[in-house]
């Protein structure tokens, strides 16, 4: 069974460019979360996915935003990108009924702001 | 306070020994307990859930959870070098995201 996968792998934008990661979650689950792990941060929560619906969001400001799809890929749009930014962003899948909610992550996206 | 907090380490095993990860959390009403491993420029990798208080043994692996005292540990028997690595504790309510410490480094020496 393929896990979670993203795209691209790496991404080098500079300030005040928008960028666009994607995720396919394992086939079956439902749910996406979206985490970004700077350096020294660790892994903070940033968007999560369900049914097409944005169930929940960290504390992060509006222009981290993101969509879910009918095939419950799903894709983070990060606009007018700041050096902060730089950072590995951070897929993760769980099958949404609830109760224990084990999340399963992807390889990850390294965003890069320059 | 920090909602879930462990040491940073580095902790340091000779190879055979045990190891032992430990992990204190905020939130009482926290249901799921996650522990991971990620190794340096790669995606976190789940070793153990546990959502009982007691022991939970997979393999090499024992987690351990104590709600009343908001304390899930990990123990790892027969250390090996592959196992050097950052373990991230994860916390879970209903509803919400995981919430993560921010790790702690194991470094097993052969």
């Known amino acids: 069974e393929a896990g979670v996968t993203q795209s691209p792998t790496h991404l080098i934008k500079t300030r005040g460019q928008q960028a666009t990661l994607r995720c396919s979650p394992i086939?079956?689950?439902?749910?996406v979360y979206w985490y970004q792990q700077a350096l020294g941060l660790g892994l903070q929560f940033l968007l999560w996915y369900d049914e097409g619906e944005e169930r929940n969001r960290g504390n992060f400001p509006p222009r981290f935003s993101g969509r879910q799809f009918p095939n419950y890929s799903s894709e983070l749009n990060v606009n007018a990108l700041e050096l902060e930014d730089s950072a590995l962003y951070l897929c993760?899948?769980?099958?949404?009924?609830?109760?224990?909610?084990?999340?399963?992550f992807g390889p990850g996206t390294r965003l890069t702001v320059l | 306070q920090k909602e879930v907090e462990q040491n940073s380490g580095p902790l340091s095993v000779p190879e055979g020994a045990i190891a032992s990860l430990n992990c204190t959390y905020s939130d009482r009403v926290s249901q799921s307990f996650f522990w991971y491993r990620q190794y340096s420029g790669k995606s976190p990798e789940l070793i153990m859930s546990i959502y009982s208080n007691g022991d939970k043994e997979d393999g090499r692996f024992t987690a351990q959870l104590n709600k009343a005292s908001q304390y899930v540990s990990l123990l790892i028997r027969d250390s090996q070098p592959s196992d050097s690595a950052t373990y991230l504790c994860?916390?879970?309510?209903?509803?919400?995201?995981?919430?993560f410490g921010k790790g702690t480094t194991l470094s097993v020496s052969s």
């Open positions: 994860a916390v879970k309510r209903a509803g919400t995201a995981l919430i």
């Open positions: 086939s079956g689950h439902t749910s």
């Open positions: 993760a899948s769980s099958d949404g009924t609830g109760g224990p909610d084990t999340q399963y």
